[in-house]
């Protein structure tokens, strides 16, 4: 016999290659895993990409699978997370801010919530105080009686979101509106809250049930859908346009919406061009100031 002797192992003994189970895996796994990235992202067509681009990064990856590890149907599965969160934190950079109501829908919510009922009277201190705070949901919800000094005028309160001491002038027409809410129309009970449900055991309200609160009166309004992503936190943005009109400085913009940094209060000046430009300087400006180059 003639030539060097061959022998190779039949199809089905022969270790597969890392290409060849993960186009296995893709076939049993592809619907699942869409699935499973269409229920955390909430959106088809993006759970359609990222399917696409787990399966890439799993390609790319494929020689790095170590089976001692768990399943290749977990590994795979654990690349489709990461490339979902990485889509979600991408989603939270480029979201637009919601746009802040203008003075005249500030009145018009405000004169839609003239009326002599419980409801009316709660959601019209409510709203009159964020209008001229621009206290957020989590903080209005979690106001206390005892956040009020009547005879100071003033509201002391702990913000929710930052843990900061936020001190506050209370305004003649949010002391009015909170005064008759809660001397005569308040459901009576100890709570220590401020704002509470209308209706059976007394109890706080949540910043969903705020967030609510303003959603409903801006449908009567006929505000709903005009301009996307608005509600409760459009009358702080409103706010804090409102002053930058008025040529308030940034850093007093940021105490009195309670930002703990500077930047935190820069997005207002998107949609204040003039103030943007103020803070703007030239570089023969900087140069002169002795401003490092």
């Known amino acids: 016999m003639s030539g060097a002797l061959t ?15 993960l186009e296995r895996l893709y076939g049993a796994s592809r619907d699942d895993l869409y699935a499973y990235l269409a229920t955390l992202l909430g ?12 399966f890439e990064r799993a390609f790319r990856k494929r020689r790095l699978f170590n089976p001692r590890r768990g399943s290749e149907r977990a590994w795979l599965f654990g690349i489709a ?18 746009e802040g109501f203008a003075a005249e829908e500030v009145r018009t919510l405000l004169d839609a919530t003239v009326g002599n009922s419980t409801m009316h009277k709660r959601d019209r201190a409510i709203m009159t ?6 206290l957020r949901a989590g903080d209005l919800a979690r106001l206390q009686r005892s956040d009020i000094d009547w005879r100071a005028s003033e509201i002391r309160l702990v913000q929710a979101k930052t843990g900061q001491v936020l001190c506050l002038p209370l ?3 949010s002391g009015n509106a909170i005064a008759d809410y809660l001397l005569n129309y308040r459901t009576p009970g100890d709570s220590p809250f401020l704002f509470v449900c209308c209706t059976g055991p007394i109890r706080p309200l949540d910043p969903r049930t705020i967030s609510a609160v303003v959603t409903r009166h801006m449908r009567r309004c006929g505000l709903v859908g005009r301009i996307p992503r608005r509600g409760a936190h459009s009358f702080r943005r409103g706010l804090g346009t409102r002053l930058l009109e008025a040529d308030v400085p940034i850093d007093t913009l940021r ?4 930002h703990t940094h500077i930047d ?6 998107s949609v204040h061009e003039a103030g943007l430009k103020d803070c703007a300087i030239s570089l023969a400006a900087a140069v002169q100031a002795g401003e490092p180059r």
Request: proline content about 8%.
């Open 7 to 21: 022998y190779s192992l039949p199809a089905r003994e022969r270790a597969d290659s890392p290409g060849e189970r």
């Open 43 to 54: 959106d088809h067509s993006a759970a359609e990409e990222v399917t696409a681009l787990a």
């Open 81 to 98: 997370r990461n490339a979902a969160l990485d889509e979600l934190r991408r989603r939270r950079r480029t979201a637009p801010l919601p």
């Open 129 to 134: 105080l964020a209008a001229q705070t621009g």
């Open 171 to 173: 305004g003649t027409a």
């Open 255 to 258: 105490q009195v919406l309670g």
């Open 264 to 269: 935190s209060a820069r997005p207002y000046l």
